[in-house]
DNA sequence: AGAGAACTTGACTGATTGGTCAAGTCTGGT
DNA sequence: ACCAGACTTGACCAATCAGTCAAGTTCTCT
């Protein structure tokens, strides 16, 4: 199926590290176009023939990213547990989400950008494997509704109210910063109250009637 | 204070007119560095030359769609009306942020490419205009909380979740059409009844004690 | 109709882009 | 020490970039 085994040098390791990291970088910020391969070189500190050596192409660097991405990103979705209380089992997503935007805010940058230009590169993963885990999740959400566990709130845009509240926290740093004023405290403490706030109240089930 | 009025033409009007509406529909995708200007003046049905007989620069083009936006950006967010009950006002700000991504959704992708590259050329802007604004409104946010008619939720961040809840369908809109899967519906309805059923239910003061 | 301003464009420029290549240096195994 | 393969780089290339310019065409006003 998937390529044989690349024999993998010191030197290789290390130096593909530091291409991806500079990458990571500079695509996040400036997206796929925007990006040129001399500033990614000189974020590695390497030099451009020398990161030609290690990738084919800006596209294959790039492409690597965005594979490794989609599975780690999708993990605190995985982690919301059937057989769980629902209430906090949807608001631990909401905390291990605002967690991810806090840790790995490029990341969450590299993914805005390409969903802004309209997906291209990503469609078929969205498509195929984000599609396919949403819509268990919508069910299992579904089925705490509909058993009174939880608000009677659409699944599908619950789960994008949580990627959009959580995610804004990373890929609109520079705005919360700058309307804060607070321009060197860390925001993530008051969003993790805030947010746990506000889903605990939206999602708390309608007193049982009778 | 500002330019003296410029004369401008009825084929001055109408040719700025389409230039900048081909460069809000390619800065909104590309971003700024990731646009060229053969793009832009494809898009609008002018010559490259011709483009720059209008516009100084790229950049020039850029920064007029920049201070356009801003303004009209922020109406729903003054429209938040003291003398209104907390709740249905606030409800309503939602409804009309929604609409302004539904209506305008390319001018959100703009906004959106300028915060997430770190907001280099919008800085100013937000700093001054922007937090003013949301300073005066998280003041009467936080007043009628503590006058109990309102959930006791952190106003900065309730702002910062109505943005990312309602921008969320411009700006991710290729994420939302491929999971909700029904690629040719709108999915505005269902997201505006979900997220006033959400805020109604998390903004709900909570029942008077004793 | 005619003059002057407004508009348009093909051809161009220097800078930057992604990528190549031959010729080097370094590294690890023997 | 030696060699083969791994690594590195200066010089280079064709394509594309933002922007210029001179020479044209079209519009407007009288």
Redesign the interface.
């Known amino acids: 199926m998937s390529a044989p085994a690349p024999r993998r040098t010191r030197i290789q390791k290390r130096n593909r590290a530091l291409i991806l990291d500079a990458a990571l970088e500079v695509f ?8 040129t391969l001399d500033q990614i070189a000189e974020a590695a500190g390497l030099s451009k023939p020398n990161m030609l050596y290690y990738f084919p192409s800006k596209e294959a660097i790039h492409a690597e990213l965005l594979e490794g991405l989609l599975d780690t990103w999708l993990d605190p979705l995985r982690g919301l547990d059937p057989a769980g209380e629902p209430l906090p089992e949807l608001c631990g997503y909401v905390r291990r989400k605002l967690q991810m935007a806090r840790d790995f805010p490029r990341e969450s ?1 590299l993914f ?2 390409e ?5 291209p590169r990503i ?1 078929g993963l ?2 195929t494997d ?2 396919a885990l ?1 819509d268990e999740k919508a069910a299992l959400i579904a089925r705490w509704a509909g058993e009174g566990r939880l ?1 009677p ?2 699944p ?3 789960i ?2 949580i ?3 959580t ?3 990373a ?2 740093a ?3 910063e ?4 607070e321009e060197g405290r860390d925001p993530f403490p ?2 993790a ?3 746990d ?3 605990a ?4 089930p309608d007193r049982a009637q009778g």
Chains 1, 2 share one sequence.
């Open positions: 996040s910020r400036q997206g796929f176009r925007g990006a940058r805005a950008n969903i802004l230009q309209g997906a469609d969205l498509r984000l599609k949403v608000a709130l659409d599908h845009h619950l994008f109210s990627w959009a509240t995610q804004h926290y890929d609109f520079a705005q919360v700058l309307v804060l004023g008051a969003a109250a805030f947010l706030a506000l889903y109240r939206a999602l708390a």
